[in-house]
């Protein structure tokens, strides 16, 4: 997701990017809106794991 991200915002960053189709800019922009979404949705995940891995962790003695 990242790297898709940093792709697009690289392609966006560029004058030829503003030059193509304005469909294309939309679903470029449409794309990276997905991919922030996405990527919090992600990383809320994560957190919620690691909180419940060291819970775990935590009631069982042992650590990492």
Excluded: C, D, K, N
């Excluded at 560029?14 to 294309?24: I, L």
């Amino acid at each position: 997701l990242e790297s898709e991200q940093s792709a697009l915002i690289t392609r966006m960053s560029e004058p030829a990017f503003y030059a193509s189709e304005a469909a294309e800019q939309a679903r470029a922009h449409e794309r990276v809106a997905e991919l922030a979404t996405e990527l919090e949705s992600t990383y809320a995940r994560w957190t919620e794991l690691e909180a419940l891995r060291e819970e775990i962790e935590a009631e069982s003695g042992t650590g990492a």
